[in-house]
């Protein structure tokens, strides 16, 4: 039997050296034509460099505690979970996580995948298929539209936190299913979205709303608990919060917090449960002993925005809602050179350029630590100064 997917393509020229994977190399000229080839910093044992490239907020992926925490359930449970958390690949250390976490942010339960970027591909692929209809917008991150892509649903895109658009467009609908998604704290600059209103939105219309708190937990909310727990929104009816290890917690994974009945709903049904190795116990971990050190330290995260604000201040930028700086330099080119121009000086920052961020809108993204003092980030401030005057752009 055959089956075959999408259209067939018009015929082609054999002839043309265009064919099999020959169309590598003109794709590749006009990506460095456009300004848009990658070439990943590679990171070296005893070369030093002040790091603001990373999503490493609160610093705690170098902490003792964390890098001892990874160590010991290694040590425990071996160098990887085995296989799918349906099979064996779950171990005690994954649902003690799993009750941690939910217990920390307020949710009945909680379910960690080996990363992020399929806890939301796994979340909304459970949550919406064919016949429903997803209001996704224009800041959610890839892995939600991704989500969205997946999901065979109609997906209506808004603008970003326009949140009337969303109660129009769940009105007019004709599915009786909808699903709301969003980030919390858009990843590209930071800015925060109209959770509370966007929760309202999607009650008052009968559909649930899922929110991305990647950038939020240990960032935001009381003791780092994220956006959602400052709008007094933790456990609300029809609320689904993804989050990530990858960041705050120095660790990598990805989580779903809801409802008892999603998470055993996500088991049955969420693909990357059930095809996807899981979570490694290192991370499991990590991110537990993570979790501790916020516990007991939950004025983390106001060090964290102290020093966003003050970085922010340093460098002209402003006043930063979490704890992302975005410098608009405008072209990609620009934006390539400023970054590598930070790095010859020492100082390693993010440079997000399309399809990360609309056209004329490359930028330098830095992302702010909790454990920077005063006089780094004022030298990160004149590294970064002096970068964007050498190509040009300031
Ligand atoms: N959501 C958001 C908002 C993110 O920024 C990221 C990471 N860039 C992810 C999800 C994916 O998380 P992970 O890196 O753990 O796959």
């Known amino acids: 039997m055959t ?7 018009a015929g082609h020229d054999i002839t043309s050296g265009e064919v099999g994977l020959g169309w590598l190399a003109r794709a590749a000229r006009d990506r460095a034509e456009a300004g848009l080839h990658r070439d990943p910093h590679v990171r070296r044992v005893g070369v030093d460099a002040i790091n603001l490239g990373s999503n490493d907020y ?6 003792p505690d964390v890098v001892a925490g990874a160590q010991a359930a290694a040590a ?3 160098g990887g979970s085995t296989a799918s958390r349906l099979v064996v690949g779950t171990t005690q250390a994954h649902v003690d996580l799993e009750n941690e976490l939910a217990d920390f942010l307020g949710f009945p339960a ?3 995948f080996s990363s992020g970027y399929l806890a939301n591909v796994g979340a909304v692929t459970a949550l919406a298929g064919r016949g429903d209809l997803i209001v996704s917008d224009t800041g959610s991150h890839a892995s939600l539209i991704d989500g969205c892509r997946l999901s065979r649903a109609r997906v209506v895109v808004v603008d970003r936190g326009d949140h009337d658009a969303v109660r129009a467009a769940l009105a007019e609908r004709t ?11 858009y990843s590209i600059d930071g800015e925060p979205a109209p959770v509370a209103d966007l929760y309202a939105a999607a009650r008052a219309h009968g559909a649930t709303l899922l929110v ?3 950038h939020a937990v240990g960032v935001r909310g009381p003791g780092g608990r994220g956006l959602v727990a400052e709008q007094g929104l933790s456990g609300a009816p029809d609320l689904v919060v993804t989050t990530v290890l990858s960041k705050s917690f120095g660790s990598q994974g990805g989580v779903v917090l809801g409802p008892a009945i999603l998470r055993s709903h996500l088991i049955d049904c969420a693909r990357p449960m059930i095809f996807d190795t899981g979570l490694n116990p ?4 990590a991110a537990r002993a993570a979790l501790r050190i916020l516990r007991a330290d939950p004025a983390l995260p106001d060090r964290l925005r102290d020093n966003a604000r003050h970085l922010a201040r340093a460098c002209g930028a402003d006043e930063p809602a979490a704890a992302v700086i975005s410098i608009i330099v405008g072209d990609p080119q620009q934006a390539v050179d400023a970054a590598a121009a930070c790095r010859d000086r020492g100082v390693l920052v993010g440079c997000f350029r399309p399809p990360s961020v609309p056209p004329g809108t490359s930028r330098l993204r830095i992302t702010v ?7 780094t980030l004022d030298h990160v401030a004149e590294v970064v100064d002096a970068a964007l005057r050498e190509v040009g752009a300031r």
């Open 212 to 214: 991305d708190e990647a």
């Open 175 to 185: 599915e009786e299913r909808a699903l709301v998604v969003t980030d919390s704290v």
């Open 369 to 375: 630590r909790a454990d920077l003092d005063a006089a």
């Open 3 to 9: 089956i075959t997917s999408g259209q067939p393509a």
């Open 282 to 285: 290192a991370a499991v971990g």
């Open 76 to 78: 425990q449970w071996g």
């Open 58 to 63: 609160l610093g705690l992926s170098t902490h």
């Open 110 to 112: 909680a379910l960690a």
